[in-house]
């Protein structure tokens, strides 16, 4: 299997410096990298896809081997459709693990040519998770480690929170 690109799918609400980490190493380590910004109806999100994309899109100006877009539906389908056979993931912890590695099966029997390759975190980011800085945000705390200023501001506008 010869690789030249990943796809890289997740919800990024927010996008925090673990994801700017791991797509700047999977940019690295394939040359190109679309991050794909999943319309997820589940969950309840604090920045709509568009501007989840137009965040990512900011970030990454300038370096041509990210690109950014959004999807809804399947992963793998979404990579059937569009040429990928790698799907780059981070691994945290021994609980993202356990999710990854189910997905990883059930997404390799819907699509056996599409491979699931994890990376782990950088170890200053290898505790960030967006569910926690979302409360510690909206708790008063300071995230400024976690995020990006501008996405920081985002989020304090849309909690209604002084900067």
Do not use: W
Not at 36 to 48: C, G, H, L, R, W
Request: proline share 4%.
């Amino acid at each position: 299997m010869s690789v030249s690109r990943a796809l890289y799918p997740g919800s990024f609400d927010p996008l925090t410096y673990g994801h700017l980490d791991l797509i700047r190493r999977g940019s690295a380590l394939f040359g190109e990298i679309t991050v794909a910004v999943v319309e997820n109806q589940t969950k309840s999100p604090v920045f709509t896809s568009e501007e989840r994309v137009e965040m990512l899109k900011y970030q990454f100006r300038g370096d041509a081997r990210v690109h950014v877009t959004n999807f809804r539906g399947l992963v793998v389908e979404y990579c059937l459709k569009n040429g990928f056979n790698v799907i780059l993931r981070g691994l945290r912890t021994v609980s993202d693990f356990e999710f990854e590695y189910q997905m990883a099966l059930t997404n390799r029997s819907l699509a056996p040519g599409v491979e699931t390759v994890f990376v782990m975190p950088s170890e200053q980011y290898s505790f960030t998770s967006s569910r926690l800085i979302k409360e510690v945000l909206q708790g008063g705390g300071d995230v400024s480690r976690f995020l990006p200023p501008e996405i920081e501001s985002r989020m304090r506008l849309k909690y209604g929170l002084r900067s």
